[in-house]
């Protein structure tokens, strides 16, 4: 018995491993094998922009193109399907409107034109079907863009309702990815065939009205999303070509994408430029000449590009170490032991980058003694980051010190003031840092309970305070909770969660670490509101209008973005100038006061990040791999990618 | 008098299973109740999820939970969820809106069912035939060497070993691929659906398993020699029509490359559950060994196999099929991290990622289904018991 | 009535003095003692570790969780004199780390096991001997638990009860008790409910609980304790998925350890074996302790298995 189920056993493992050999021969050289983490949705063009992930728009990023896109390294809007920079705002009647010239010569990949009509009829669906979500509500506001016509074959007119600023006009709705009009349009009559109450009611209608309006509306969009998109003509540098669900996703070479050849460069002095061969010149943000910080042709110089699941980050390392894949998109990157490991791979290469997430602490500012701004310096003072991000994580993760990310050169002020930090910029050591906290507090009418003050303690290196905090009216402080997510499911915010609030014990601030679940987490701070402070990340975007939606009152809603309820009358002001402002002369300097505004008051302080660290097999040649974000940011870069 | 084969009676049995059906009726519906509130009672809902990433303002997300069907009560959700469910529509995902729930379990249910059923068949197998040796084997040095391998498998870390095992086997030695079910390569352009031919060869291998089961049947009662031959010829037969359908529809490679990708994970899936039936099986037939029934075997000079064989294993089979119908149960379950670690997104996986992102139709769907079986797999225990172990009795 | 009550209390005190022969049996057998060494050498180590803290270890550098002076970089560091079992990613002394896990894994092992072996054993027993609806209602009840998948009960038990580990252990038993345990435990009572010696007993004139107790409970002995094993193993490694999804309340675990090599990208790197392999192996030696000494129990609790 044992002896013939060996022998079964020993031919199934002899044919598999001849099967293994037959693996081989079937490697296409030229084909850009990408590991993703979890499998992208199926959803249609409509569907995908409502709700999105990362690796639903890695896959369908570089099908389509949108009027305008951004540059690389800078981050600077310039056009792509557009042949120019949009007209300036000008009032027409009640509206205010917006001209934009495409592209001569731009076709799908069916062969057919890529005109205006194009433009319209995506952002008019999207307007009438009411689409929201994560990239609709920025391109199709309803509360702003009223409609989009196309004036002629070339030219796009955009019409709004009231003033947009560059934070709506040319960083929303201009960066809208375009749809083709004649393969969607049948698709969407049939499916909305015989729906009435479709049409937008008046501006002061009754809230039942509008109740209804979005009801029928929601209902339309599910149809749409419904809809299928097998063979849809795109306009980007791939085509969809096969989806295995679970496995992976096969994209093809567009032959008739209309930058294949193009050279793109930048320069020193900030200046740009596209040249497409026997065709166009553009050039913007300087006399393109001098130095260059990047030169390359875009391609697509693969024949296909191949998104394959790997559920495991162990298991996608493997993956690349055996050649099964060519990179790893992943928004975090690899934790550094990974990338430690393959350090020593020949095959492989090792990249680190700046990234856009950061890590903050936020303060219910609704709250005692949060509501005081001196109280939140006081805090800000106390807290190391050095100390933390160097002798404790070790590197693991450096100190920030402002919202708009340094490499986000754009709009990034430098200098800002610090709470901690000598005026040489060196941080403070911990004694000096306790004195200037306890000056703050003191100066800001707070004491402490026995009529003492912290004192700093030489021998034992603390601040042993022996009273507890009083507010100004006398009250002893309410004993505080930091919530945060616990070690065990991130290390990095927890180690600064205990010692922040270790510190603050010290000098008599009474405070609890709470660690939660993530979406314990989430539900307390951001849908509830009952905190008293809270860690947790962000993202930062490239055009810095996401600074207004963290502070600005009206986002002190549960569920908004201003958790902490943060409210201030001269921020508010800001605000509403940085989503109005339209040129960037306008916008750069309220960036810049805003910017100063959040780092004296401190309604949140900035503390860490991790940067993003991320592997790619030397067969690929990349135009740079220095850049914001690092290469996940621009999901690979499959257009441009060339295999040796 | 009572009927002395009392539960082998049809209407007590009848009577039996009816009662059975009407309970598994209530329970099912009770448990979707409580499911579907827990899911609700649970901190944060799915746009809470979308928190870090997306650009939203509170007046957008309103708009979007509206789309998603987020407004309204816990218990209104619950009413239009369970309406939807009794007309066969289990809703729209949110995490992958806007893919229905159905589509998503469909996709991902043959994958979990084809690697977790083998796994979980070769496991109790080879822990069972372990088992039994180590019970006559007692208080040898083999004993003590198998005991303490199987126990150490059992309690090695899970991700761990399976992770070692990946890299031993994908990396080091390349024998096999690392993880995934299909190769990229292989199935371009022009294959067929991977997710048809697992459907496929999933309903083979039950028919293969039923012809299996009704030839041990049958052939009971014979004679040894007779037996074996028999078994052996239909088992022959039965295999051959199998591959013959593969390489006549032409998808014989395809299917070859799916088992050559399953065989990894199923390889760490026994090693790391035999050890449990193992030690199950050997307790077992310690406790039966000692049984009247034996005894009086022996006494009757039965050969010592056919003691063991037909006497003692059959009465410790007993806790172990008990095991392994509930196990068959849970395959469908499958384990989170052996789907994650082999990349084999399956239904273990699928329901990890909907409870984690609150996505709660498909976490109810998912469990909505997985329910089903093992409500059904515990209606098939109780009746193999009545029929392993004559002296039970119901009713 | 009195009769019963005098067989009871019969039974109770011929209790006592059965626990010495108990006793004498189990220290014969060497699996019992060894798998008892295992559980006492964990327990030595979780009741050290506060000691040493107090004592020898500077808390500023021994600290398991956050240590004001962790170990200079680079980090993890290997074992040295004064890091015996080396450090973690971030400077912590990993032998700190694994003896306050010991407390940890010893407390939930222990509770699980207890709760799941008493009420598995005890339920079973009843619904099998008893049947009608006390079967019906709690074969249900098993049903609920089985069907419904243990990362959802782990992440529902964790979010009502803020998860300190002794509400965990008794919840894990529970459920694990209740749940597919008891289906095992409960066949098995029905295969010995209806044999022989049962109806004799029940002749002589034994009242249920003596049937149960005297009769039927040893039988399930073997099954009972057996599953110590799985539970224990099964309540460790919750613990560690507890960890991994940051739900449990606890300073450091053994599964927190393992989690946060994986989380750095040290899981498969064997040259820093001193992240995984301590941790990895205490939990085996823990587990297959219980194993042992629930193997060792049986034999004493069902005469018919004593080796001779």
Known sequence: MTRRMLTKFGLTFAILATLAGCGGAFQDKNVYRIGILAQPTAGNFWGIHAIANYWDLAVQSPMRLSLFGVSDQRFQIIPQLAADFASPLIPEGDAWVSTVKLRDGVRWSDGKPLTARDVAFTLNTALRFGLAGGNWSAWADADYLSAVEAVDELTVKFIYASKPGMARHEWGTLLASIAAEHYWQPLVEAAVEGMTGLERPAAGADDKIWEAYQARQAEAAEKLYALANKNEPVSGAFVFSKEEPGSFIELAANKNYFFSGVAFTGFENGAYQEEKPKGYSFAAYGTPEGEKSYAYKSGPFVSKTVYSVYSDLNAAVLALQSGEIDILLNPQGLPSGLAESVESDSNLEVVKNESVAFRFLAFNTRRDPMKDAAFRQAVATLLDREFLTDSILQGAAYPLHSFVPEANTAWHKPDLPRWGYLPDGTPMSREERVTKAVELLVAAGYSWSDDTIPVWDANNGVAAATGTLLLPDGEEVPALELLSLSYGYDPLRATFAIWTAQWLNEVGIPVRVKQLGFNALIARTIQEQDFDMFILGNQAGLFPSYLSDFWRSSEAVKGGRNAGGYSNRAFDQLSDQLLTCATYEECKPVADQIQVLIANAVPWIPLFDTGIYEVYNKRLAFPYTQTFGGLQYLYGLPSVVAIQ | MPDPRGWKSETVMRRYVVLRLGQIVLTYFLFLVLIYFLLEALPGNFLGALFGESRLTAGQLDALGAQLGLQGSAAERFLQWMGGFLRGDLGISLSQYPRPVMEILAERAPRTLALFLAATLLSFSFGFFAGKILAMRRGTAFETTVTVGGITLYTVFTPWFALWLLWIFAYALRLFPVGKFITYEMWEAGAPDANAVFRHLLLGGLMLAMVAWAVFRRTARLIPARKRAVRTASIAAALLVFCGYWIVTGQAAYVLDILYHMALPVLTLTLISFGGTMLLTRSSMLETMREDYVLLARAKGLPESEIRDRHIARGALLPVVTTLVFSLAFAIGGGVITESIFSWEGMGYTLMEAVTLSDIPLAVGAMAFTGLLVLAAHLAADLLYAFLDPRIRYG | ?308
């Open chain 3, 1 to 308: 009535m009195t009769e019963t009550v005098d067989r009871s209390i019969r039974s109770i005190r011929n209790f006592f003095p059965r626990l010495g022969g108990w006793f004498s049996l189990f220290r014969e057998s060497r699996i019992g003692v060894i798998g008892v060494c295992g559980i006492a050498f964990f327990s030595l180590l979780a009741l050290l570790h506060p000691i040493l803290l107090g004592t020898v270890w500077d808390p500023k550098m021994y600290d398991p969780l956050t240590p004001s002076l962790p170990h200079p970089p680079p980090n993890p560091a290997p074992p040295s004199a004064d890091h015996w079992l080396g450090t973690d990613p971030y400077g912590s002394d990993v032998l700190s780390q694994l003896m306050h896990g010991a407390g940890s894994a010893l407390l939930l092992g222990t509770v699980a096991a207890l709760v799941t072996v008493i009420l598995a054993t005890v339920v079973g027993a009843a619904a099998a001997y008893y049947g009608g609806l006390f079967d019906a209602v709690f074969m249900r009840l098993a049903d609920l638990i089985l069907m419904t998948p243990m990362l959802v009960i782990l992440i529902f038990i964790s979010t009502f009860f803020e998860l300190k580990l002794l509400p965990l252990a008794v919840w894990i038993g529970v459920f694990a008790g209740l749940g597919g345990t008891v289906l095992v435990v409960k066949a098995q009572a029905l295969a010995v409910k209806n044999r022989a010696y049962i109806d004799a007993a029940r002749a002589n004139g034994g009242s249920s609980g003596y049937i149960l107790l005297r009769h039927i409970i040893p039988h399930l002995a073997p099954i009972s304790l057996l599953y110590m094993m799985f539970t224990v193993t099964e309540a460790v490694f919750s613990e560690a998925v507890l960890s991994y999804f940051g739900l449990i309340d606890a300073k450091m675990t053994w599964g927190m350890m393992i989690h946060s090599a994986a989380v750095s990208g040290y899981l498969l790197r064997p040259e820093v074996w001193w992240l995984v392999l301590p941790a990895g192996a205490s939990i085996t030696l823990l587990c297959s302790s219980f194993y042992l000494v629930g193997r060792a129990l049986d034999g004493i609790v069902h005469p018919r298995l004593r080796a001779r």
